[in-house]
């Protein structure tokens, strides 16, 4: 069956900022009333997402989460797990930790059973000594870890770096994940990667290059592509507090580096093998993303996959966890039905 909304042409859901263009991809079998309704629909999730942003406050709740390492090959991973049902597990983008899906989780755990990772390298999660810890090898990680947990056929959501993840997973385990929800997702070879992105990585000459220049200049950079992440939102200040310390450290620095330059020399041999997927997949994306474009990932995917649903946000940046936490969790559900659906 097709996974895509079947009162759209095509097979997936493009959503514009324009009602016009919402209209044009709407099938003709929807009267005029009822395109204005999912329009109407459309423009309040995503306003009453941007006022809720334009105050937030990150809030601890570790007092509700429990918080539990689990140990796959000698290397300890971190995670926050609460509620019940079907697991949902949230993969952070680089960099990043669990914390990115704060918005999201709550909201979550009270539908499912949500499970939010940090990645190897970022958050509270140790980095494997002496492996290469591509993309693929994350996969595995995450796959054993969850294995130890009996956490079965999960739904994976992956944000920017971590949909190239949660892709991995479906593609090396395809019985043992129930769909994928992709958010802002970076799963094509990118041709802009920074100087500054690839430097830490390099050896010896990246490490002495770390420890120097990022007492110095990281503060600065973060500040920058944060910016970048959350425009035409704003960055919440707390936000941009608690990640200051984190990211600006050279350890964090050369973790995040590392992905970024093995990222994509993972995805020049992953892209050809999307097509293999065949379970339930949503694609959002943001109109706005000046991290990640979203023509040359969401919509392209998309097109490797005509049977995922692809959603753009309109006037919306990358930070989709964040500004459009309740977009995240309306896919999260559809992927819930479509998956109990194949079952049956």
Do not use: C
Request: aromatic content about 6%.
């Amino acid at each position: 069956m097709k996974f895509g909304v079947q009162l759209v042409l095509g097979s997936g859901l493009l959503l514009s900022s324009s009602q016009s263009q919402s209209a044009q991809n709407l099938s003709a079998d929807l009267s005029d009333d009822s395109r204005a309704s999912l329009n109407a629909e459309i423009s309040a999730k995503v306003n009453a997402d941007r006022l809720r942003n334009s105050g937030l406050k990150i809030q601890s709740e570790r007092s509700t989460y429990i918080s539990k390492f689990v140990t796959v090959d000698g290397t300890r991973l971190h995670f926050v797990i609460k509620g019940e049902g079907r697991p949902v597990v949230l993969i952070h983008g680089n960099p990043g930790s669990g914390q990115d899906w704060t918005r999201v989780f709550g909201p979550l755990s009270a539908l499912h059973r949500a499970i939010a990772f940090d990645r190897p390298g970022h958050g509270r999660s140790e980095r494997p000594k002496h492996v290469d810890v591509t993309v693929e090898v994350q996969a595995r990680l995450l796959h054993d870890a969850l294995k130890q947990l009996h956490v079965e056929r999960p739904i994976v959501v992956g944000h920017s770096w971590g949909g190239a993840l949660a892709l991995v997973y479906a593609i090396n385990y395809p019985q043992e994940i129930a769909g994928v929800v992709l958010v802002a997702p970076a799963v094509y070879e990118s041709q802009d990667v920074s100087l500054v992105s690839e430097l830490p990585a390099v050896p010896v000459i990246g490490d002495a290059v770390n420890f120097v220049l990022t007492p110095l200049f990281a503060a600065t950079f973060v500040r920058s592509e944060l910016k970048k992440a959350f425009s035409p939102d704003p960055v919440p200040k707390n936000y941009l507090r608690s990640v200051l310390s984190e990211w600006t450290r050279p350890k964090k620095i050369k973790a995040y580096s590392l992905d970024e330059v093995s990222l994509n020399d993972s995805l020049k041999r992953l892209s050809p093998r999307y097509p293999e997927i065949t379970i339930p997949v949503s694609i959002l994306a943001g109109d706005s993303d000046l991290i990640v474009p979203e023509k040359d990932n969401a919509e392209r995917l998309h097109q490797a996959l005509p049977k995922s649903r692809l959603i753009l946000l309109p006037k919306t940046g990358h930070q989709i966890p964040f500004t459009r936490s309740q977009a995240v969790i309306d896919e999260i559900e559809k992927v819930q039905k479509l998956s109990r659906v194949r079952i049956l």
